[in-house]
């Protein structure tokens, strides 16, 4: 079965499917919640995410990363491979050809998928945030643009830019989340996400925050995480009302699913690395039956405000 510009869709959503089943279970699970077409159209776009990221960091669907890898190149060959993408021109490589055949079904700004390269960039360039700031804005790129491209494919209007605000709202939470739970991971390779000006206030020395002495210090900035991904995670929630129904259940089932890494890790204090933060099979099913249920109940008419939140750039 071919779609326009040549693709074998049947054979790219399979392919899209095989990815996100490997690369994430959580949101593999939410994933079935969409309509059809959603659904297919949500595994294409994080075909890419994922293989973009993968390329990035010389991985495939995490794991150790090659000897003598080498990310500036790697990026600039995502670039251009999304240029291919963009241009309608099948590129041979199966995750740009996902997005590329999701281009002929749904219009992304280009500028969209800009910021979520320019994540990779950072990552690429070995970037420490110096400020909360910082922080923010590399959770912006490195998750809440794709929260944005993800909205756009659930049928958001591009010209909506408050309800993009909140989907952006969303990916920042979950990035927050994946920072605490990951620090002793980051740090084993030779990465901090924590704001450098976090990092001085509690009178850390720079690359010394796994060390023991310090570990009451680190779980004050895993707190401080998990609050913000909390502030987050409830802007999103009030943004979600503008979903279809079977979207908002998808999002409302991942947001509980993934909130409840941060609540962990915070409710876990000095020993929340002690092993990975994880959400069981039986919880998750719990959030999808409580996602559901929130989508047939009446939406919440006390409306959450963004005031004091970081906002994306615009375009």
Partial sequence: MSAAGGYDAHELHGFAHDSIVRGSKSFALASQLFDRFTRERVWLL??????????????????????GHDAKAAVAHIHALTD???????TGEPAFDA???LLTEIAIPRAVIDDIIAGFELD???????SEADLLRYCYHVAGAVGVAMALVMGIDPAD??????????GIAFQLANIARDVAEDA?????????DWLVELDIPPGQHMHP??????SVMAKWLAEMAGEYEASARWGARKLPPRSRWAVLAAMGIYGDIAREVRRRGDHAWDHRTVTSFVAKLVWVARAGWSVLRRPPLRRIDRDGLWTRPRS
């Fill in 46 to 67: 994080y075909a890419w995410c994922r293989a973009a990221d993968d390329l990035t960091d010389g991985q495939d669907h995490g794991g150790t990363a090659a000897a």
């Fill in 84 to 90: 291919r993408a963009y241009a309608g021109q099948p």
């Fill in 99 to 101: 997005l590329g055949l």
């Fill in 124 to 130: 690429a360039d070995d970037w420490r945030p110096r």
């Fill in 161 to 170: 830019e408050r309800t993009l605000d909140r989907a952006a709202d969303l």
């Fill in 188 to 196: 084993a390779a030779d990465r901090c996400y924590l704001p450098v």
């Fill in 213 to 218: 002495r310090y570990r009451g210090r680190l």
